[in-house]
């Protein structure tokens, strides 16, 4: 993310951007200078869902959710995105880039009353890129375009080559 970020900064430098972090990851010279940087706080009740909402209100160019971990904050995410909220980023553990978005649907059915729309998610997220951990650094692995998707779990995907890419990200 602070790869994306920086190269983000140096094309668009004076973008306000919204970020969401519970703990401190992005440095803050991969960011643009007009950057509100929020955590939650679990001591006084104020979750990343309740931040998201605030983050509307403060209309910035972007926002990001450094690591989708709860499921309402990934609900309000992509929500956020499908209301027209471009040129934002987030995180979220998978095994590749399909298995990004089948994180997305787990951590949407969790929330109480809301039915899972692959759809919904297949419309939010542009771009799904896998970074792989190795001993020598990350390296991208798998960057794929979403194109929709065809129901639950089945993303039309166009894989990208990732070599050209597969310096340490």
Known sequence: LNAVQLATRQRAPNR??????DLV??????LPENTLRVQPCAKLGITDSDLLQVGKRVRPDGIIVAELLRPQACYNFLAWLNAG??????TIHGNGA???LVACETLV??????EVSSHMIAKAIDVAVFIERLPDGRRIREVAFVNGSSGR????LEYVEADPFSHAA
């Open 98 to 100: 399909h298995d990004g």
């Open 16 to 21: 306000r951007v919204f970020l969401i972090e």
């Open 109 to 114: 059915e969790q929330v109480p009353g809301i």
């Open 85 to 90: 909220m471009d040129a934002s980023w987030t």
């Open 25 to 30: 990851e992005l440095k803050d010279e991969a």
């Open 153 to 156: 779990g089945h993303y039309d």
